[in-house]
């Protein structure tokens, strides 16, 4: 049974930052690729960011420069760093796995951030 289990969401002041967590279990974690996707309250979800079994990264550009995806395939686990964190990232931020060579995709269950004074 495929998991993948967010947590690290909550409130937060503009400007201030979060760490996202994404736990695996089920799939061979080095082999996926691994993403931050978000959705706002009456908007679509949006990527956030990607990193794939390589290591190489892509970033939405209203993240670009202020958040950081990561991953230890030793601890099964994705990381999204959130810095100077904005009104507009409010969302529910979902983690996302994505098989080799294949459409067979993951959704964890979301966590909450907003970012708010």
């Known amino acids: 049974q495929v998991q993948l289990v967010e947590s690290g969401g909550g409130l937060v002041q503009p400007g201030g930052s979060l760490r996202l967590s994404c736990a695996a279990s089920?799939?061979?974690?080095?082999?996926?690729?691994m993403g931050w996707y978000r959705q706002a309250p009456g908007k679509q979800r949006e990527l956030v960011a990607v990193?794939?079994?390589?290591?190489?990264?892509n970033y939405a550009n209203s993240v670009q420069d202020r958040f950081t995806i990561s991953r230890d395939n030793a601890k099964n686990t994705a990381v999204l760093q959130m810095n100077s964190l904005k009104p507009e990232d409010t969302a529910v931020y979902y983690c996302?796995?994505?098989?080799?060579?294949?459409?067979?995709?993951?959704w964890g269950q979301g966590t909450q951030v907003t970012v708010s004074s």
């Open positions: 990193i794939t079994s390589g290591g190489s990264t």
């Open positions: 089920g799939i061979i974690f080095n082999l996926y690729r």
């Open positions: 996302n796995a994505v098989a080799p060579y294949s459409l067979l995709e993951y």
